[in-house]
């Protein structure tokens, strides 16, 4: 596998409780994942969130990184292309 991110798309939202926009992305040209949270962190830059949905038991993740190499990958295009169209539209 080349744990290749690609088509990387974005939505800016009106900032709310840190959360500023979502994304979607291909992975590996395979896979395709979407409503990702992208979110201010306190201490400056950005964080991702991966969704999860609620049973009457408890919450469960629809999907996440299980490797902090992936999880570094995702996070580096997806924010500096969310950077990116943040520049462009300034």
Known sequence: MQNKVTDIQIIPVRPKDGLVAFASLVFDHSF???SIGIYTRPQGGYR???PTRKSPINSFNV???INKEIADAIETVVISKYESII????
């Open 32 to 34: 395709y994942f979407s």
């Open 48 to 50: 991702l969130t991966y």
């Open 63 to 65: 999907f996440h990184p």
């Open 87 to 90: 520049a462009d539209s300034l």
